[in-house]
């Protein structure tokens, strides 16, 4: 029993290892926090950058074809962020995301399947905080 737990978490090394082989982004996770000014007193809502350069990757899947409602064409895109699995994201925060020479922001559209390996957080253009 000890010698297939061993090869089962050999495996999911291994497995790990491969997924972060390829991150070839890094994103920024910033959320709202209350910041009191200290001549005023008045507390206020500012955005924090709660972690930097986190090694990642964007996937992106057309889940539906172009689909035309009159004079506007639209299509479905899914955008899914990978990421090692220890990092905490908050609901609701902002993702600033560098992968290709290209940065773009975006925010949760649903909560992360987190795996041994890795995590995956579905994500949506940045739309602002709600």
């Known amino acids: 029993m000890v010698m297939v737990k061993q090869v089962v978490r050999q495996a999911r090394k291994m497995h790990r290892e491969a997924v972060e082989a390829f991150y070839d982004g890094r994103c920024g996770i910033y959320e709202m926090r209350s910041e009191k000014d200290p001549e005023t007193k008045v507390t206020r809502q500012v955005e924090a950058l709660v972690q930097d350069g986190v090694p990642c990757r964007l996937s992106y899947s057309s889940v539906t074809p172009a689909m035309e409602s009159g004079t506007i064409t639209t299509a479905a895109q899914t955008i899914k962020l990978f990421l090692a ?9 902002r993702i600033e995301v560098s992968q290709q020479g290209k940065t773009e922001s975006y925010g949760q559209s649903g909560k992360a399947a987190v795996y041994s390996s890795h995590q995956e957080i579905l994500l949506e253009l940045w739309r602002g905080y709600a």
């Open 85 to 93: 699995p220890e990092r905490m994201i908050p609901p609701g925060c």
